[in-house]
């Protein structure tokens, strides 16, 4: 799942010149500067990075996206010839780069057991004698993740609020009312808490304010709903809360979904997963004679109890299930200590996306250029750029492209489940998912700001160029827990996720935002996500040294990053580093 935040970079005053290179699908503009047509003036921290830095490419990286995104691997869904050309095409590579194998046996590949399954849905909400209709995927999608071919539910419905129990914040919206059974409702996001000494903010002692928590994800809505017993659990969709329109839900849940496969068939999972449009819900509180505004409102306080509607949800599902091998491909670059090359940092970048739909009209493809061939063309670049450091650092550098990351980050579960090393011999996890495509900035976005060490040795390979650390300007959205690095943090592992800044050289103000604003609303997700004639690549080209930059200082430093105080992962990692 990516997020656009622009980047913004204000390297050394250099004289530059721009000029276009020509490529197959459209032209895209690279600038040049002391460093050749690699499109920068970037000066690396260590002498030895130099021919690490001069490795990166703006040409690299966009023969890569333009390879990952070409129309022959239909979208790079999981368990799709797409797949198969995209872990070839990836494993040749890393292999022509000279990189070794990441998994025990020397091997690049770590196979992941998936479980494919489509839902094709029926559903309806009955108040007494009176229907609503549902249409799907205009109003509503549900899926579930049981192993059967047929699902059903009719049960009662109970608005839950924002569905959160969270001791840590004294907050229960179940207040010990039994669940089982029963198909909850809830609003996406953290419950949104007035600052009582002003109106016009939120309480930042509550669920970190204006920034979500894991409480406010839809992932947790159903974990919690599961937990319940209940046997359907209903997420309402707004635009603001949820950080994407409806039509992200529908077009990615309205297809072919993977989970990792249970032994039990996800028997103790909620039977059906669905989210609603904001009007059909208005529409439904309407006719239990409930008002939407006053019930949210009333979901913001503490005191808040479940509200039984007096309506029943009609679910038949019929679903479309199958066993899946899908894969993660893992690359190193061997330390050259025989002890320290045991310990590692860890890029990593998702390579599926949403594969085609053959449902619509016009362009069915989704080729993910941004989406992810960015990231993992980022990737491929930072590990050509560890093959040129001289000397070798003495710990490894692991680089894998993980799968099923848009349907919910599995292939960086299943990796952190099961690592092919140790995760108490990782230092650190750097994630790539998108690149800046407009341009130079003079600062960089840094997701989960003051989680970790790692902003601070981002800072340092930063000020040489006069460029600083943005804090996320969405922090509502809850952007730190949607891409692979936060399965890593799960476990402990201190994360570093970096997007574009704001401030782009030669830009007005408002340029990085409305930037962003226009890939998503018109790119994200969508077909429309290639390779645009517009894109200037030299804001990538910097923004992928600095990330092989701080690889490399974490790699050589004499102390490991470490998660700071407060923050809600450093216990898990506190307590394995201690069984070391």
């Known amino acids: 799942m990516l997020t656009l935040h622009a980047v913004k970079h204000h390297a050394r005053r250099f004289p530059m010149r721009c000029a276009l290179l020509p490529i197959a699908l459209a032209a895209v503009t690279a600038c040049s500067g002391d460093a050749g047509n690699n499109g920068s003036t970037d000066t690396p921290s260590d002498p030895a990075l130099t021919a690490a830095y001069e490795a990166i490419t703006a040409d ?120 089982k059974g029963k198909v909850l409702v809830m609003l996406i996001n953290d419950p949104a808490v007035p600052d009582q000494a002003d109106s016009t903010k939120l309480d930042s002692t509550m669920f970190k304010g204006s920034a979500m928590t894991y409480y406010g994800r839809w992932t947790y809505k159903y974990e919690i709903a599961s937990a319940k017993g209940a046997a359907g659990a209903i997420i309402i969709h707004e635009t603001g809360p949820a950080g994407y329109p409806y039509e992200v839900v529908s077009s990615s849940w309205s297809r072919e979904n993977f989970d990792i496969k249970a032994p039990d068939g996800n028997a103790n999972r909620v ?178 700001f003051g989680n970790s060490t790692l902003d601070d040795v981002l800072a340092e390979v930063l000020r040489p160029a006069s460029r600083t650390i943005v804090r996320d300007q969405e922090p509502e959205k809850g952007f730190f827990y949607r891409s692979d690095h936060f399965e890593f943090a799960k476990q402990g592992v201190p994360a570093l996720y970096t997007e574009s800044g704001v401030k782009f050289v030669g830009k007005d103000s408002t340029y990085g935002m409305t930037k962003r604003e226009e890939y998503a609303s018109r790119d994200y997700h969508k077909p429309s996500d290639e390779v645009k004639a517009d894109w200037d690549l030299t804001g990538a080209v910097a923004d992928t040294r600095v990330l092989l930059d701080v690889g490399y200082r974490v790699l050589t430093a004499s102390s490991w990053p470490t998660w700071k105080p407060g923050t809600e992962f450093k216990a898990k990692r506190d307590s394995t580093l201690g069984n070391r």
């Open 271 to 448: 039977k059906i997963e669905s989210w609603i449009t904001r009007q059909r819900a208005e529409e439904l509180f309407k006719a239990v004679g409930k008002d939407f505004e006053t019930l949210k409102s009333a979901a913001k306080r503490k005191d808040f109890t479940p509200v039984p509607l007096g309506a029943r949800a009609r679910i038949h599902l019929r679903n479309e299930t199958r066993t899946v091998q899908s894969r993660n491909v893992v690359a190193t670059v061997p330390g050259s200590d025989s002890a320290l090359r045991n310990e590692y940092v860890i890029y990593s970048a998702h390579w599926d996306h949403l594969g085609r739909d053959t449902t619509i009209t016009g362009d069915q493809i989704y080729n993910g250029a941004l989406d992810n061939a960015s990231g993992v063309a980022q990737l491929l670049s930072i590990a050509k750029g560890f093959t040129a450091i001289t000397p070798k650092t003495k710990r490894s550098a692991m680089f894998v492209a993980l799968t099923a990351e848009e349907n919910g980050l599995l292939g960086a579960r299943y990796f952190a489940a099961q690592p092919p090393v140790p995760l108490t011999r990782v230092l650190a996890n750097i994630n790539m998912d998108g690149f800046n495509q407009w341009g130079r900035t003079s600062d960089l976005t840094v997701i989960g």
């Open 60 to 179: 690299d990286l966009l023969r890569h996206v333009k390879a990952l995104s070409d129309d022959s691997l239909e979208g790079r869904a999981p368990a799709t010839p797409g797949e198969e050309k995209t872990v070839r095409y990836l494993e040749q590579q890393f292999r022509a780069l000279g990189l070794s194998g990441g998994m025990p046996d020397g091997s690049f590949i770590q196979n992941v057991t998936l479980l494919g399954f489509t839902a094709h849905p029926e559903a309806s909400f009955h108040i007494g004698s009176r229907q609503i209709a549902l249409s799907f995927p205009a109003d509503y999608i549900a899926v579930s993740r049981h192993e059967q071919p047929t699902v059903d539910v009719d049960a009662e419905m109970v608005f839950v609020g924002y569905g959160v129990d969270a001791p840590e914040y004294g907050w229960n919206d179940y207040k010990n009312v039994d669940m």
